[in-house]
């Protein structure tokens, strides 16, 4: 029977990750991350003096819909942030692809939004680079592998504060 109701629904994305994971014959459950100290610090200097770039998990090499793709080794990238990339791929990543889409760009990497952001003063300069970041269910190959090296490339791009578009 649907029952409607004037509150949200809770959905246990825990417990769908471990039953999805279950299905596809992974031996041990699905953990999520947890982590008693977040490696974030408050900014040294105003925004508005900020050197500031965006990461994003889309590829610049379409690695096709299939789960088979997620198993290709991806790494981390640098692409120039001018002229705007006219299309990343997305498809072999997980959201919902029935309420929308990514073939706008600038919807999930704001380029433009951000060096409009420096020609007015809200930060100091956008960043010369965008940057690619794999999405990984590995945790540690994220820890111990992309985000130093996403680190790398912002700090020899000199920025202060990096973004992580969601997609």
């Excluded at 959905?11 to 999805?20: A, E, T």
């Excluded at 003096?49 to 096709?64: K, P």
């Excluded at 029935?98 to 600038?106: I, R």
């Excluded at 409009?116 to 960043?127: H, T």
């Amino acid at each position: 029977m649907n029952r409607r109701s004037p509150y949200r629904n809770f959905v246990s994305y825990i417990d769908k990750s471990r039953i999805y994971y279950e299905a596809h014959g992974y031996k041990q459950p699905y953990t999520w991350a947890c982590h008693g100290s977040v490696p974030f610090t408050p900014l040294a200097k105003p925004l508005s003096r900020c050197r500031v770039g965006l990461a994003t998990t889309a590829s610049r090499v379409d690695l096709g819909a299939d789960v088979e793709s997620l198993m290709k080794e991806r790494s981390c990238y640098a692409a120039q942030s001018e002229p705007q990339p006219e299309r990343l791929f997305t498809d072999h990543l997980s959201w919902d692809k029935e309420a929308t889409h990514t073939s706008d760009v600038e919807s999930f990497l704001p380029l433009k939004r951000l060096s409009e952001y420096a020609r007015q003063g809200r930060i100091g300069a956008a960043s010369p680079r965008f940057y690619g970041v794999p999405t990984d269910y590995s945790q540690g190959r994220t820890n111990q592998k992309h985000a130093p090296r996403i680190l790398e490339l912002a700090r020899e791009d000199g920025l202060d504060a990096i973004l992580l578009s969601a997609l």
